[in-house]
């Protein structure tokens, strides 16, 4: 994977309930502190082949588990190079971009459906890894709980036994550094600011070693 200059492109992961929106949200507010603002955007995308996906996670259509990840490696490969409003556009011009979800996603949930962990490889290989992957590490019960709490609808991936395998597969994808980037790894099961405050100490040792280097 290829790294695009030169903007920073931070990428949050994590089971769904794993709060990386919310962990996503509190970044953006302390790099503008810093002075640096960050675009956000999320996978799916906005973009036409992520409405379709959303509608296919609602369980409004249905998709067979190929079709979904070819669709994700679809709007993946528009969100990073449309020339309106893409990824790839925004760091060119020195942007930073925080995305939830991104490669991971797919490696991570479609083989827990089955796919071959290298052809999701080999249908995602336009897109470059990203500068740092936040993984939001949140048990598989606090997740179940969050997600009853704040949803009145079923989802694809809303079910304990298969955000386990989805679990089993994100462990084992962390140590691939081609894929993350720079890894910042925290405990999703406390409170935001808790999590943020771990985040943030992880993030900043970052910070300082790419400026010095
Ligand atoms: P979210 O927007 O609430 O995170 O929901 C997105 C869902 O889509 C979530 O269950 C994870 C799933 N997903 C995949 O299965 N593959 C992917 O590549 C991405 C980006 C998301």
Redesign the pocket.
């Known amino acids: 994977m290829k790294k695009p200059t030169p903007g920073k492109f931070i990428v949050f992961e994590g089971l ?1 309930g794993a709060g990386t929106s919310t962990q996503m949200a509190l970044l953006k507010n302390w790099l503008s502190q810093q002075d640096i603002f960050a675009e956000v955007t ?3 995308s906005n973009g036409p082949a992520g409405v379709v996906i959303r509608q296919a ?1 609602e369980e409004r259509i249905v998709m067979t588990p190929t079709a979904i990840a070819l669709a ?1 490696a679809c709007d993946r490969v528009d969100h990073l190079q449309n020339d309106a409003n893409g990824v790839q556009k925004s760091l060119g011009q020195g942007s930073w971009v925080l995305c ?3 490669v991971l ?2 490696l991570a ?2 083989s827990s459906e089955g796919m071959d962990l290298e052809w999701l490889k080999a249908i995602n290989r336009f897109a470059f890894a990203p500068h740092v992957t936040i993984f939001v590490d949140t048990s598989i019960e606090v997740c179940v709980e969050r997600i009853n709490r704040r949803s009145s609808h079923n ?3 809303h079910h304990s036994d298969k955000l386990k395998t989805v679990r089993t597969q994100y462990q084992q994808l962390l140590d691939h550094s081609e894929l993350t980037g720079h890894l910042v790894k925290v405990n999703g099961d406390g409170t935001e600011q808790e999590v943020f405050a771990e985040l943030i100490t992880q993030f900043q040792q970052w910070m300082e070693q790419s400026t010095a280097s």
């Open positions: 769904d999320k996978e799916p996670i994700f939830d979800r991104y996603s797919s949930y479609q989802e694809l991936f």
